[in-house]
């Protein structure tokens, strides 16, 4: 019988960015608000339901769905994302020509949405699988494609609603979308039971970490560590995203930038967030996980604390502080995959992987609302920054915790190694 040839893992990769580049222009969204409010008559306010519902079941279903990606492996539940996302972009267009905005948050929000959970955790264990020697640089090369999209789908959008209407709009990208994702999925597949890249040896060298466990997700919920990373996520995750939704006002009153300049600058925000992605997982891989999530932290408490002090003459340097952390927002999702297979192993990692993202679901919720309610309250963004910074003292109490812990696993499976 002739043996199966094996796939070229840099095209698994590449398939996935494709899957994470359609899903990822969920992220330019505020360029279709004012067209679709003006089919429906409604406030921009009310456009927006839909992406939060999206956002939601994005979170949901990578929580609830992720044991069923494992089982059915990275071809069907990546077909599956396919049909969900591109239904839901077709059907975002019929609710359009029809006029009923329920419609609308039903194919968009929640048939869309699911499929963007899908489609989220579907590439990212099966790339851990392929790249047990690069885990941060896979990870992030798929990740950073989702961080990207809407600078590459954001102006094909505003010039789409320019010339063939908003209905003909959705049905041209859920095309797209549709065919991207389901070509990309029907190359993507798991490596065959103990692959390893050739040259690598996990027993060899100082790079060689050990798995500290390979368990699946429902030993992973009975761990410490599962709740120090959920933790670590949730938090990294909520206050990102309040800098990201505010960016733009506290650009305007700490730098007396127009809202023109101020939009600008929060198009860059995109780079950094994609940029992020790839440069944090990778150097990942050689400062170790547990320690690119201290920096991460050590970094924002003071950034956080400084940013709003930091006014008209110190322009230079209030952006680079944004931007830094804009990359760790990006980062740390691009990092999180390759960190849980270090902690729990492949077995079930995009289940466990999906577990952990329903931080993403609450934080899109709970981060934005700390700012609104605090800075309405005291009236100050040094108060409401500060808070932020506060929060990042506790992930970084809880970093540490989890960096004990991996050393103590770590020394425990060399003593295991050693007396073997």
């Known amino acids: 019988m002739e043996e199966k040839k094996l ?39 009310d456009i927006k ?12 279903s990578a929580a609830f769905l992720g044991k069923w990606v494992e089982k059915v492996g990275p071809r ?43 489609g989220y955790i579907t590439p990212v264990s099966t790339l851990v699988k392929w790249f047990p020697d ?19 789908f954001g102006p094909v959008m ?25 070509s990309s999925a029907r190359y993507i597949e798991r490596p065959p039971q103990g692959y390893l890249p050739e040259g690598y040896n996990p027993g060899v060298g100082a790079e060689a970490k050990a798995d500290m466990a390979n368990i699946d997700a429902n030993e992973a919920l009975k761990t410490s560590r599962f709740y120090y990373i959920w933790i670590m996520m949730f938090i990294n995750i909520s206050c990102g995203i309040a800098v990201i939704a505010a960016a733009s006002p506290m650009m305007q009153e700490k730098l007396n930038y127009t809202p023109l300049e101020a939009a600008g600058i929060v198009g860059l925000i995109g780079v950094f967030n994609g940029l ?44 680079i502080v944004l931007f830094t952390v804009i990359t760790m927002y990006g980062g740390g999702f691009a990092t999180l995959p390759a960190f849980l297979g270090d902690l729990f192993g492949t077995k079930q ?55 004990l812990q991996v050393s103590k696993a770590q020394k425990e499976q060399k003593f295991k190694l050693a007396s073997a």
């Open 7 to 45: 796939k070229n893992r840099w095209l698994i990769a590449l398939s996935a960015i494709g899957i994470h580049i359609s899903i990822g222009s969920v992220y330019a969204y505020s360029v279709m608000t004012n067209p679709v409010k003006e089919v429906f008559g409604v406030e921009g306010g």
């Open 49 to 60: 339901w839909a992406f939060k519902i999206a956002i939601l079941l994005l979170g949901l």
């Open 76 to 118: 069907v539940s990546g077909t599956t994302a396919g049909l969900f996302y591109g239904f839901g972009i077709l059907g975002s267009g019929l609710a359009v020509q029809l006029g009923m905005i329920n419609l609308f948050y039903l194919f968009y929000g929640v048939i869309g949405g699911i499929g963007l959970g899908l």
């Open 134 to 152: 690069r885990r941060g640089l896979a990870t992030g090369m798929a990740i950073m494609g989702f961080g990207f999209a809407a600078l590459i």
């Open 158 to 182: 505003a010039k789409l609603f320019e010339t063939v209407g908003v209905a003909t709009t959705f049905y041209i990208l859920g095309a797209i979308y549709m065919a991207l994702i389901l």
């Open 276 to 319: 992020g992605r790839l440069m944090w997982s990778t150097l990942s891989d050689y400062l170790g996980r547990a320690n690119t999530f201290i920096i991460f932290f050590v970094f924002q408490i003071l950034a956080f604390y400084f940013l709003p002090k930091l006014g008209v003459g110190m322009e230079l340097v209030f952006l």
């Open 349 to 403: 990692l995009g289940a466990i992987h999906g577990m952990v993202l329903a931080a993403w679901a609450l934080a899109g919720v709970v981060g934005p609302t700390i700012y609104d309610v605090v800075k309405e309250k005291t009236g100050s963004l040094d108060t409401t920054l500060m808070i932020f910074s506060g929060l990042f003292v506790i992930a970084l109490v809880v970093s540490i915790l989890m960096k």
